[in-house]
């Protein structure tokens, strides 16, 4: 029981990084009904701005708490910029062609060509992220919690929680809702839902390079850091249900768990299992998501 409890302790901790990327595929689904597939290079640059920004100013001489309360908002604003860019140079003029094949392909080559500069200005080799905090494991009983592991949950659950405050008490907020309930509809009170849709890849990708620099310091970053996390916060988004706020956080905790549990217990190399299983049958069986609600369009 306590190897079970410890296993579940860390398998949380990842889970919430799964969830966060999730919850920016989530973000462009609702309001444009496409997918930032750039959301795992977005996640990479953040670690890789962050790492720079940290490492820097620690040599300068400056506390940790300072360094990274001056490396996230930078991280922040170079994450939203990555996705407007995204959006701009990709989805809208697909989203002209009415093919969906011309957005995804669009924003998969820019997240390839992205990772290529990665690895030509920082490297390819994995860098160790330096931690906020002590990187001395908490005791709780048997259950030994590393610092960065609590943080990482505190922080991706302040990210969701803050966006939906924006989305409930600001009237930015509310046409960004507004467009994801009927987008026709929010056009003809005057909303621009152009900019709206600008906006939630904005958002996307700023959720994305955050969650970046929470991952990184337990792990380590380099430019090949976002190609699987992109890929297993698509697939939590699908197992969870892209329509549910809940269904993000479960799935993403699910998934954790599971690889994690499967990592200990089988092998680590079967640890991409369990996602992968439960992608096939949600597909198969529930294709809207556990948590998700099938939606029903009017001919």
């Known amino acids: 029981m306590d190897i ?38 977005a996640l990479m640059l953040g670690s890789l701005v962050g790492f720079s920004v940290v490492t820097r100013l620690i040599a300068a001489h400056f506390g940790a708490g300072t360094a990274y309360a001056i490396m996230l908002p930078i991280v922040l604003i170079v994450g939203a910029a990555q996705g407007i860019l995204v959006e701009w140079i990709a989805v809208r003029r697909g989203a002209r062609s ?46 030994r919690v590393q610092p960065m592991e609590i943080l990482i949950v505190i922080g991706a659950l302040a990210l969701m929680l803050a966006v939906e405050l924006f989305n409930r008490r600001s009237i930015y907020g509310k046409a960004f809702v507004a467009t994801s309930i009927d987008r026709s509809a929010a056009e003809l009170v005057g909303i621009s839902t152009t900019r709206v849709i600008s906006m939630s890849y904005a958002l996307s990708s700023l959720s994305a390079a955050f969650a970046g620099v929470l991952i990184a310091p337990v792990t380590l970053t380099g430019a090949g850091i976002g190609l699987a996390l992109g890929l297993k916060g698509f697939a939590v988004g699908i197992i969870g249900g892209l329509s549910s706020g809940l269904g993000v956080i479960a799935g993403g905790l699910i998934l954790g768990i599971a690889e994690t549990l499967t990592g200990y217990y089988i092998s680590s190399g079967y640890k991409d299992v369990p996602g992968l299983v439960m992608l096939l049958l949600v597909l198969s069986f529930r294709p809207f998501g556990l948590f998700g609600k099938a939606s029903i369009r009017k001919v």
Do not use: C, H
């Not at 998969?108 to 030509?120: S, T, V």
């Open 4 to 41: 079970i409890a410890q296993l579940v302790v860390s398998g949380i901790s990842v889970g919430m990084i799964y969830s966060v990327v999730a919850f920016g595929y989530q973000l462009t689904f609702a309001t444009s009904n496409t997918l930032n597939f750039g959301q795992g290079e």
């Open 98 to 143: 009415r093919s969906s094949v011309t957005w995804i392909l669009a924003t998969i080559a820019l997240g390839i060509i992205l990772r290529n500069i990665a690895e030509n200005v920082w490297g390819r080799d994995p860098m160790k992220f330096p931690s906020p905090v002590s990187e001395q494991p908490l005791i709780f009983g048997s259950v």
